[in-house]
Structure formats: structure tokens, C-alpha cells
């Protein structure tokens, strides 16, 4: 049986992400890309402008650039680099462009999206990204999902939400994950607790977002262990 091809995820960070990466490696293109060209950059940012390069053939399976579009993208001024930019939207987009963009609705768009191994929120960035560069490139789009690249964004939603408890000694209660994430909670020694929630599938994840997820996952066991350990001995201690 013929190996099926490799699903890349879609890009999910803000189209102005993208482009001052670019922008940042207008001096010169390294023999091999890594997050840490981006230091000004969060982890989570790094490892989305890794995942965008690779979905748009800019690197390699070994992270290395392909060259030399990777530097003609740096260094192009705006027009020359939506020239550039525009058959790789068409090329690696296809599954979605091939819809027909004026005649789409936001939930065509999002499904055709599922196609690219994102869910979640995920999802949502993803398509946020591909309307934003979709208007970048003057790509023709349907009033439907035109209008969503003018939308605010979301509005915040209050940290506790409604007929959710508060914990004991006033924390806030873990939230519920959403559908297909996980969620885990971790009580500070010196009071109040950390919870941290994946919303992304763990099994499509690029190995740069894994790798750093689970350990992530392993920190937060470790320091549980001593605090769960000592609940004992503190019991121990107040009997006569």
C-alpha cells in the first residue's frame, strides 16, 4: 500500500507575523532555519512561523531553506513580494481555491480548513490567516467571508464562566477543555494554582510544537510529585 502524503498544518499566526519574519531575515538566510532567529518572539510565536515556512515549502523536511525564494521573499520590497507570495497561496491553498473563493460561505471555508490537519482554535486562526493573506493578494473572495476579514476580534470572555465554582481557598476552578483538548492543574506551594490547557490535536502537531508541549506536560508532573507528597506528612505532624 503507497504511503499516504504528509498532511502539512495550515499557518495560524496573524499575517503581520509572517511578513516581519520575513522581514527578518532580509539580512541574509541562514544555511538552516530555527526558531531562535526569532528571539524577540515568544516560544509559541517561533514555533508558528516555523510551521508557516514549512506549509509554504520554504524549508525542508531538514529545516533548511529553499533557496533561493526563501531570500527573494526577505528581501522583495511589498510589490515584488506578493508576486512572489501569491502562486505559493495558489499552490499549497489548492484544496480550498479549487471551491471557488466568491461563492464560498465561512462554513465551506472552514471545512475545506479541517482538510489541513487544524481544529480547535486552531482552526479558527487558520482560516483567520488565509483571509487575511487572501486580502493581502487581492484574491477574489465572496461578500460572505470578506466581511469576516473585517470583524473585531472576539470579545473577552469573563475568567469564571457562568455556574462554574470557585475552588477551595478562593482559586478559580479548572475549566472545562474543549471538545478534543485536555486540561490539568497544578497547586503552587506557596499558594494558588497554574492550569494549562491544549487545545490542539497532539497526534497532527509538527514535532517542534510536541516536543515542546510535552515538556511542558513533564514539568508541571514533576513539581506536582513533592506537593502531593507532602499532604502526608503535614497530617502526620498535627496528630497527637
Do not use: C
Not at 8 to 26: G, W
Not at 31 to 39: C, E, L, Y
Not at 53 to 72: H, N, V
Amino acid at each position: 500500500m503507497a504511503n499516504e502524503p504528509v498532511v502539512k498544518a495550515a499557518p495560524y499566526l496573524p499575517l503581520k507575523t509572517f511578513l516581519s519574519a520575513l522581514d527578518n531575515l532580509r539580512e541574509g538566510v541562514p544555511k538552516r532555519i530555527d526558531r531562535a532567529i526569532w528571539r524577540s518572539q515568544s516560544g509559541a510565536v517561533q514555533a508558528q512561523i516555523m510551521v508557516a515556512l514549512r506549509f509554504f515549502g520554504l524549508l525542508d523536511d531538514a529545516d533548511a531553506p529553499t533557496m533561493p525564494l526563501l531570500e527573494k521573499l526577505a528581501r522583495a520590497d511589498e510589490m515584488e513580494r506578493k508576486k512572489l507570495l501569491k502562486p505559493l497561496v495558489e499552490q499549497h491553498y489548492q484544496k480550498i481555491i479549487a471551491h471557488d473563493l466568491t461563492k464560498m460561505t465561512p462554513a465551506m471555508l472552514s471545512e475545506a480548513m479541517e482538510g489541513f490537519g487544524v481544529s480547535g482554535d486552531t482552526l479558527r486562526k487558520s482560516v483567520t490567516f488565509f483571509l487575511q493573506i487572501a486580502k493581502y493578494l487581492d484574491l477574489p473572495l465572496s461578500p460572505y467571508i470578506k466581511d469576516k476579514t473585517r470583524s473585531s476580534p472576539r470579545t473577552r470572555r469573563t475568567p469564571r464562566a457562568a455556574g462554574t465554582a470557585a475552588a477551595p481557598g478562593g482559586a478559580p476552578a479548572p475549566t472545562q477543555p474543549p471538545a478534543g483538548g485536555s486540561t490539568t492543574s497544578v497547586t503552587l506551594h506557596g499558594g494558588g494554582t497554574v492550569t494549562m490547557t491544549v487545545t490542539a490535536d497532539v497526534w497532527t502537531m509538527p514535532p517542534d510544537d510536541r516536543n515542546f508541549v510535552l515538556g511542558l506536560v513533564d514539568k508541571i508532573q514533576e513539581y506536582a510529585k513533592p506537593s502531593a507528597a507532602a499532604k502526608p506528612k503535614e497530617k502526620a505532624a498535627g496528630q497527637p
